[in-house]
C-alpha cells in the first residue's frame, strides 16, 4: 500500500491552531496529496532540499514539518525558480500552495 504525502494549508487562524494541536478537520485545510512518485520526483528537483536550506527546517520523507508565515515568501522564490528550470506540474501546485498560505496569513504543513 502506497503512503501518501500531504501538503496543507490552514484557511484561517482558527484552523492553524486546530491544525498544530494534531487534529485535522479537513473542512479546515487546503490540502494537495503526492503520491510516492510525484514525490520522489519533487526529491530529485531538489524542491525539499532547497526550502530546506534557505528556510532552516528540515522537511524529509518521514518528518512533518511546518514552514511559518515569514519563511513562505523564500519557499515561494525557490519553487519560481525550479518552475522556470522544469516543466513538473506539481511545481507549479505547491507554489498554488505556499501562496494559499500567504493569503490566509497561516502556514504551510508537510506531513510526509
Not at 500531504?6 to 479537513?26: M, S, W
Not at 479546515?28 to 532547497?50: A, C, I, P, W
Not at 525557490?78 to 505556499?98: F, G, W
Amino acid at each position: 500500500m502506497e503512503r501518501k504525502k500531504f501538503i496543507r494549508v490552514p484557511i484561517n487562524k482558527k484552523a492553524q491552531k486546530t491544525y498544530e494541536l494534531g487534529i485535522l478537520r479537513e473542512d479546515e485545510l487546503e490540502t494537495l496529496v503526492l503520491s510516492n512518485d510525484q514525490f520522489l520526483e519533487l526529491y530529485r528537483l531538489g524542491v525539499f532540499e532547497k526550502i530546506n536550506e534557505k528556510c532552516d527546517i528540515i522537511i524529509d520523507e518521514f518528518e512533518d514539518e511546518i514552514l511559518e508565515l515569514n519563511k513562505i515568501p523564500a519557499a515561494i522564490e525557490i519553487v519560481t525558480k525550479l518552475i522556470s528550470e522544469h516543466d513538473n506540474a506539481d511545481l507549479v501546485e505547491i507554489k498554488k500552495m505556499l501562496e494559499l498560505a500567504v493569503a490566509f496569513n497561516t502556514i504551510v504543513g508537510f506531513d510526509f
